[in-house]
């Protein structure tokens, strides 16, 4: 599971969504991850979870390994830069079944069963490789996915973007929004469900494409008096937060709204002087079994074919020398 441009393109909520698909099915799926930009750089694995219980902080984890645990409790997420290592331990300690590697698509010491690229119309066939743009490889590498995800596009567009890739199979998906949960206790004068639709609210986040959270949140009703906006996995500090509270103040909003993965952020700054919710994403797939069809024949092969033992092979499918 990966993308081929530099963050923003909602790999995550896909992943969070294909990992639930497979809880649901009775695998014991494990999410592979490298935990990027960690306070805390462990060596060996770390467990953020083991499919029970949350085994990790913010800093040992990263905010989208805990994000991950969180979203899909079923799964056992791993945090090493050795996919194999965490798979190992995965595999044999903790019983899964099924591996997905998070943002694996250029992690090509390990050969997958099934490549799935995530991506938006346009995005790789106009885009440039950095440091021009924001590729991390040439658009033909897109060939080597099985399946093409393509977010904010429809079955159709999805397959017209897939047939310009050389990509086989796709599906489009659409971002929706859950009800918003609370933060913490403090959610006195809103309610523990936040402010309802065409209240104003400030959204505070540190992602990758801020601009796509206040569209969503626009398009769900709300009303977004201001966005406070961070860079990319931004530790929220005492600063942060007064500024956030600021906005607060001067617009009269009923809260702050956040993702998913800016409030495990959010949880270890301390205690908030405004109504925090975080806003859950799901990923609605057009049309699903376009994903989950291929997913289960795959299943159903190295069900047959498995000896003993689920982890990949070394990968010869491309270009070794790519960058991880």
Not at 106 to 115: G, N, P, V
Not at 268 to 289: K, S
Not at 309 to 321: A, H, I, V
Request: aromatic share 4%; with cysteine; glycine share 10%.
């Amino acid at each position: 599971m990966g993308n081929l441009s530099v963050g923003g393109t909602g790999k995550s909520p896909v992943v969070a969504a294909l990992a639930s698909w497979l809880v649901a099915r009775g695998e014991r799926p494990a999410i592979l991850t490298r935990g990027y930009r960690r306070r805390t750089d462990v060596p060996g694995v770390v467990v953020v979870s083991d499919g029970h219980s949350i085994l990790a902080d913010l800093a040992r984890a990263g905010d989208e390994p805990l994000m991950l645990a969180r979203a899909v409790p079923g799964a056992v997420v791993c945090v090493c830069a050795d996919r194999h290592l965490a798979g190992v331990l995965a595999e044999r300690a903790l019983g899964a079944t099924v591996h997905l590697l998070d943002d694996g698509f250029q992690h090509l010491s390990l050969a997958r069963d099934l490549d799935v690229l995530v991506t938006s119309v346009g995005e790789i066939t106009g885009g440039h490789v950095l440091p021009r743009g924001r590729l991390r490889e040439p658009a033909d590498a897109a060939a080597d996915a099985d399946v093409l995800v393509v977010m904010g596009a429809d079955a159709g567009a999805a397959t017209t973007e897939a047939r310009a890739l050389g990509v086989e199979r796709a599906c489009g998906a659409a971002r929706a929004l859950e009800q918003p949960r609370v933060v913490g206790s403090r959610a006195s004068g809103v309610g523990s469900r936040g402010p309802g639709a065409g209240s104003p609210v400030v959204l505070a986040c540190g992602i990758a494409n801020p601009q796509r959270f206040v569209d969503d949140v626009k398009a769900a009703g709300w009303q977004v008096a201001r966005a406070v906006t961070f860079p990319d996995h931004h530790p929220f500090s005492a600063r942060d937060v007064a500024r956030i509270a600021a906005a607060v103040s001067e617009t009269g909003a009923a809260a702050v709204f956040a993702t998913d993965k800016d409030a495990v952020r959010f949880e270890a700054a301390g205690p908030l002087p405004f109504p925090l919710f975080r806003v859950p994403m799901t990923v609605i797939f057009d049309p699903p079994e376009a994903l989950f069809e291929r997913v289960a024949a795959i299943l159903t092969v190295r069900g047959d074919s498995r000896s003993d033992s689920r982890l990949p092979t070394p990968n010869s499918r491309r270009d070794p020398g790519a960058s991880a």
